[in-house]
Nanobody
Framework: QVDLVESGGGLVQAGDSLRLACRAS????????MAWFRQAPGKGREFVAR????????SYLDSVKGRFTISRDYARNTLYLQMNSLKPEDTAVYYCAAKPPGNINFADWGQGTQVTVTA
C-alpha cells in the first residue's frame, strides 16, 4: 500500500494553468502504474491521465489531450499533472491513484484536490 497526498489545486480563470502534484509515501512508487482521475459535482469519477510503467506508456482523456501533461519524478516519488488552457468543464476534485504490480485496478487513492475554473 502507498499513501498519496495531492496538492496544487485552486480557483483559476478559464485559460489559466495549474500544476497538480501527488507525493507518494513509498519507495516502491517506481513499481506502480500511476494515474489522475477527477470527479465533477453530480458526476461519476472519470479517468484523466495515466503514466504506466511498461514502456512508460502515457494516455489521456480525449478532452484534455494537448492541454494536460502527466509526468513523474522518481527521485521525489511524485506524480504531476500540468494543466494548461483550463476550461470551466475541467472543474472537479482531482485524485491521484496508484496500481500495484499485479493488480487489475487502481487500489490506492489520495484525498483529492479541488480545481475550480471560472468563465
Amino acid at each position: 500500500q502507498v499513501d498519496l497526498v495531492e496538492s496544487g489545486g485552486g480557483l483559476v480563470q478559464a485559460g489559466d494553468s495549474l500544476r497538480l502534484a501527488c507525493r507518494a509515501s513509498s519507495r516502491t512508487f517506481s513499481t506502480y502504474d500511476m494515474a489522475w482521475f477527477r470527479q465533477a459535482p453530480g458526476k461519476g469519477r472519470e479517468f484523466v491521465a495515466r503514466f504506466g510503467l511498461i514502456g512508460d506508456k502515457i494516455s489521456y482523456l480525449d478532452s484534455v489531450k494537448g492541454r494536460f501533461t502527466i509526468s513523474r519524478d522518481y527521485a521525489r516519488n511524485t506524480l504531476y499533472l500540468q494543466m494548461n488552457s483550463l476550461k470551466p468543464e475541467d472543474t472537479a476534485v482531482y485524485y491521484c491513484a496508484a496500481k500495484p504490480p499485479g493488480n487489475i485496478n487502481f487500489a490506492d487513492w489520495g484525498q483529492g484536490t479541488q480545481v475550480t475554473v471560472t468563465a
